[in-house]
Nanobody, 122 residues
Framework: QVQLIQSGGGLVQAGGSLRLSCAASGRTLSSHGVAWFRQAPGQEREFVAGIDWRDDGTLYSDSVKRRFTISRDSTKNTVYLQMNNLRREDTAVYYC???????????????WGQGTQVTVSS
């Protein structure tokens, strides 16, 4: 049974930083693609960042490029999302997800974390 357990998130002022964690059991993240998605109220779930298991190549949406960093710690079977210079429009529920390759759309993910709220205040 695969489980993705998320931690981190919370309330932060604009310009601040947060780090999200996604720890896996039942699946080795270093041999699967991992991505972070987010969903704001009334919006569709959107891709934020992904990391490829083959070469640790990373991919980011234009809206978070140069502000967010996705990384992996294989010894802990955990993927992180470091979020810097947060903006109000980053407010959403964030989800980690995994698939055979980097899931760049929700349909491509086969397992999901439970979601964590990130709220950025002005």
């Amino acid at each position: 049974q695969v489980q993705l357990i998320q931690s981190g998130g919370g309330l932060v002022q604009a310009g601040g930083s947060l780090r999200l964690s996604c720890a896996a059991s039942g699946r080795t993240l270093s041999s699967h693609g991992v991505a972070w998605f987010r969903q704001a109220p009334g919006q569709e779930r959107e891709f934020v960042a992904g990391i490829d298991w083959r070469d640790d190549g990373t991919l980011y949406s234009d809206s978070v490029k140069r502000r967010f960093t996705i990384s992996r710690d294989s010894t802990k079977n955990t993927v992180y999302l470091q979020m810097n210079n947060l903006r109000r429009e980053d407010t959403a529920v964030y989800y980690c997800a995994t698939g055979a390759d980097v899931p760049v759309s929700p349909d491509a993910a086969d397992y999901w974390g439970q979601g964590t709220q990130v709220t950025v205040s002005s």
